[in-house]
Each structure stands twice: as C-alpha cells, then as structure tokens.
C-alpha cells in the first residue's frame, strides 16, 4: 500500500489559510480543492504509518492517479510541497505562508488542468433522466441528435450513459454532439464504446469541442498513414502515435513525405511496418530530405552507385574457358551411313541361318 507522510500538527479544529480560500480555491477545480481540504483535515492526526493512500481514494471516491493529480497540481501552484520517495512513499507538508506572487504567476502558466471524475460512473433513476429532459432543452435536443446519429431510439440505458458525459464527466453538450458524430461516422454506434472514447477525451485533457476538432485533425492524418501501408483500423495504439509523431513532429516531415515512404515500403517489403517505414524516415532525416524532389535525387543518386558497383564487379570476373569452340576444334569424322547399313544386314543374316 501507499502512504504519504505529513509534518505533524494538533489542534481541535483545522485552519484553512485565507489566503488559499480568496487566491486558490476560486480558480482550482472542486475536486483538487476537496483532495486540499481532505489531506488537511487527516494531517491533524496522522497515524505512525502515516495517511494511506489507497484509504483517501477509496473515501474521496477517485482515482489513485487523479488524487496523485491534484497533490501535483497544488505542489506547483507551491501551496504544499509533495514529493514522491517511492512508488509507494510520499511526503506532504502543508504552507503556512502563502506563496510569492511571482512564483505562483510563473508556475501555473504551464499547468495543464484536467477534471477529476469519481472512479465509476453515478446512477440515475428515470425519474431524474426525465426530470433533467423536461427541464434542459440542450439535453433533451442532446437526446434527439444522438438518435439521429446512431439511427435508433436510446433506451433508458443509453440516456444514462449519454447523461453522465456531461454530469459526471463533465463535457459540454457540443463537445457530446461532436464526440456521438465522431463516433458515428466509424460505424461505432454502441453506447459502451461511446463512453469509452468519451473516458479517453477527457484523460487526454480535450475538455471542449475547439480541442477535440484539433485531435480529430491529427487522428485523421495518421489513420491516413496506416491506409497507406494497408494497415486501415479504427483505433490507434500508443506505439502507432509515438512513430507518426516522431516524423511529422520531430522531424517535421510534411504529410506527402511520410506517405511517400509508406509507398516505398509495400513496394520493398512484403510485411510493410511502422519500423520499416521508421528506417526509411530515419534515413531520409539524416539526408536531410524536405521535399518530394530530394527523394528522387537520392533515387538518382542510389541507382548511380548500384550501376557503378555492377561494372566494377563485371571487370573482375574471369573469362570461362570457351567450350563451345574447343568442341568446334575437334577432328570430325566422315561415316559411311550407307556401308554400315549393309553390314548390318549381313550380320542379321548370317544370325538367322544359324552362322556366326
């Protein structure tokens, strides 16, 4: 089990810093301030071991990996320190003092807020599904387009799910809209994958509908990069976005290079991979390929070098020795056919009448 260990403090009560109420906890979302205000409580009387970990997850009901978030977020917002000793050790000391102002202004410049969710998906009655479609038209219209979309009527099942993306995992309608399209436009209109694309949104941090467009951009670039090689799917898996990132982000590689090299791999290979087409990519990197035009140059070059090697090696072969022509050298004979025909019959002869 993991445990974290605090600086000691007892007292009848827990004082929660001004500071952190008027400056902190406005702009910080609900569930970091109630892994704050949770922590702070339980750092009152910690016991020998210390604050186990797995207890606050259970009693919080979220993720060990979204409180460890919110401990990360307020430990750069310098509000607490929270370092990790172990994978499964932790310290945590509480600020009394609140943070410089200029510390705080650099630091949460680079932070990238994700919402907490609790770990399973709430339960709703029909009467609350009913109640909200009576009372909020964007969920009621939400309801009509996704039947739309997926060309049935949602059942009561489905209207939950459909419900918890914006309760529970709180997306705006639009950015459900657009995820129930996305969907859809792949012939994956099951409610239980739905929700799981939906999970996956929201832990890559695409909270609205202008990010989940711009992942929707790249996704469509490098499914375009896998048809190329023959390799079409619906999904991409973590070793397919850390390949395709490498060319078209680190090495900068426009769209129609990488394609390019896709199509020199089938034509090469008989299995055409990610790696192969890596090799390739690696290759062109180091030659400092940026257009369609370098490829065939080095094409040129590489077919040049291949007929030089060919003709070098033709100059060193040893001639074979002409075998037709020591044949042709030979004395011939001229036979008598027909003198060899009569001897022939003769001996035949001479065997039927019994001769010799």
């Not at 909200?132 to 489905?158: M, P």
């Not at 590689?253 to 089938?266: D, G, H, R």
Request: hydrophobic letters at 40%.
């Amino acid at each position: 089990m993991a445990y974290i260990k605090t600086g000691c403090f007892t007292t009848n009560f827990i004082q929660v810093p001004q500071w952190f109420i008027t400056d902190y906890m406005p702009k910080a979302l609900s569930g970091y301030t109630k892994v704050y205000l949770y922590l702070l409580a339980l750092s009152a009387h910690p016991t020998n071991k210390g604050i186990c970990l797995e207890d606050v997850c259970s009693a919080l009901d979220m993720l060990h990996s979204e409180v460890i978030q919110a401990l990360k977020y307020w430990d750069e917002q310098k509000v607490l320190v929270f370092k990790e000793e172990s994978p499964e050790s932790f310290q945590l000391d509480f600020m009394v003092e609140p943070p410089t102002s200029h510390s705080n202004s650099t630091e949460s410049k680079n932070i990238t807020i994700k919402p907490i969710i609790q770990q399973t998906r709430p339960e709703y009655s029909i009467d609350e599904i009913n109640l909200y479609k009576d009372n909020s038209q964007d969920f009621s219209n939400l309801v009509k387009v996704t039947e739309r979309y997926l060309g049935r009527l949602l059942s009561f099942t489905d209207q939950k799910v459909l419900y918890s993306f914006y309760d529970w995992l709180h997306m705006p309608f639009n950015l459900i809209e657009y995820l129930i399209e996305y969907c859809a436009s792949m012939n994956r209109t099951g409610m239980h994958y739905i929700e799981k694309v939906a999970i996956n949104w929201v832990d890559e941090g695409i909270l609205t509908l202008e990010q989940a467009k711009a992942k929707m951009a790249v996704d469509k670039r490098y499914f375009k990069i896998l048809n190329a090689l023959g390799a079409a799917r619906n999904t991409l898996t973590p070793v397919d976005k850390k390949y395709m990132s490498k060319w078209l982000d680190t090495y900068h590689f426009s769209l129609e290079i990488v394609l390019a090299a896709c199509n020199k791999a089938v034509t090469q290979s008989n299995k055409p991979s990610l790696n192969y087409v890596d090799t390739i990519l690696t290759s062109w990197h180091n030659d400092n390929v940026k257009t369609l035009d370098d490829i065939k140059a080095l094409d040129k070059v590489f077919e040049s070098k291949k007929l030089m090697g060919a003709q070098a090696n033709k100059s060193f072969v040893t001639p074979l020795p002409n075998k037709v022509a020591k044949f042709n050298e030979m004395d011939s004979r001229d036979w008598d056919f027909d003198e060899m025909e009569r001897l022939e019959r003769e001996y035949i002869e001479r065997k039927l009448n019994g001769g010799s």
